[in-house]
């Protein structure tokens, strides 16, 4: 994988160069790469390709994208062109010279740009981790809220339950519409934060749900119930 994107590095890198209109550097490199072969890897990784492919290539874009002036006369432009070269030359023994003086220095230099992309690249990575635990922690929020709702829930219709049981006589029977008008009022009140419209067919619900697990209540037919007895269990 590195030797492929070392390749791609050199491949944009040469095309930028022959096409001369703009400098080589890692912003068209980078951008370049990625338009040829779809993904161009960390600021790190092609800036160690480019800087190799600089030295490879004795690239000098001072020199490189300077230009010869294109308003030049006919008589003059072979001359020019001879002049050109020369000055080309000159340029280039110049700043070869120039180089040797700041080798020290380039490499400082790189040394600091890599240690800064790497910097980069762990913060965008801390970045990325720290929006997954915020998502993780939401979800999780979500689902506590879920449970807790589901706790209070079964909580109150046990409340409700309760109530009933100890509004009906402990041995006799009560009709369900006699029930529902002895809940008290807190019961109505709270009952409004849970599904269902309060009536005697909620009520209904909540007592035969206990009457199916065998639990606190008992039917005597006609929409009446009393307390659950020992000998109802031995039914």
């Given at each position: ?8 590095v ?8 022959a096409?001369?209109?703009?400098r ?6 980078w951008a ?30 001072v020199i490189?994208?300077?230009g ?9 432009a ?16 110049v700043l070869e ?7 020290e220095?380039?490499a400082?230099e ?7 992309l790497a910097m980069?690249?762990a ?7 720290q ?8 979800g ?6 879920e449970?807790v ?18 509004i ?11 029930i ?13 934060d849970y599904?269902?419209d ?5 009520i ?14 008992a ?7 009393r ?9």
């Amino acid at each position: 994988m590195d030797d492929r994107r070392k390749r791609e590095v050199f491949r944009a890198a040469d095309e930028i160069r022959a096409e001369g209109r703009e400098r080589v550097s890692l912003r068209t490199v980078w951008a370049r790469v990625k338009r040829n072969a779809g993904i161009a890897g960390t600021n790190q990784v092609v800036g160690e390709h480019l800087a190799e492919w600089m030295a490879d290539r004795q690239y000098s874009p001072v020199i490189e994208l300077s230009g010869m002036p294109e308003a030049v006369s006919t008589q003059l432009a072979k001359a020019g062109v001879e002049l050109w070269k020369a000055a080309q030359a000159e340029a280039a023994a110049v700043l070869e010279r120039q180089r040797l003086r700041m080798v020290e220095a380039i490499a400082a230099e790189r040394e600091l740009r890599n240690e800064a992309l790497a910097m980069l690249d762990a913060r965008d990575a801390l970045i990325e981790a720290q929006r997954n635990e915020l998502a993780w922690y939401a979800g999780e929020l979500d689902r506590m809220k879920e449970y807790v709702a589901t706790v209070r829930a079964r909580a109150f219709w046990r409340s409700v339950a309760q109530e009933i049981w100890e509004i009906l006589p402990e041995r006799e029977p009560m009709h369900l519409n006699d029930i529902t008008r002895r809940i008290g009022h807190e019961f109505v009140k709270e009952a409004e934060d849970y599904p269902g419209d309060w009536g005697p067919d909620l009520i209904r619900g909540v007592i035969d749900q206990r009457i199916k697990f065998k639990k606190l209540f008992a039917s005597e037919g006609g929409g009446r119930y009393r307390r659950r007895r020992p000998e109802d269990d031995a039914a």
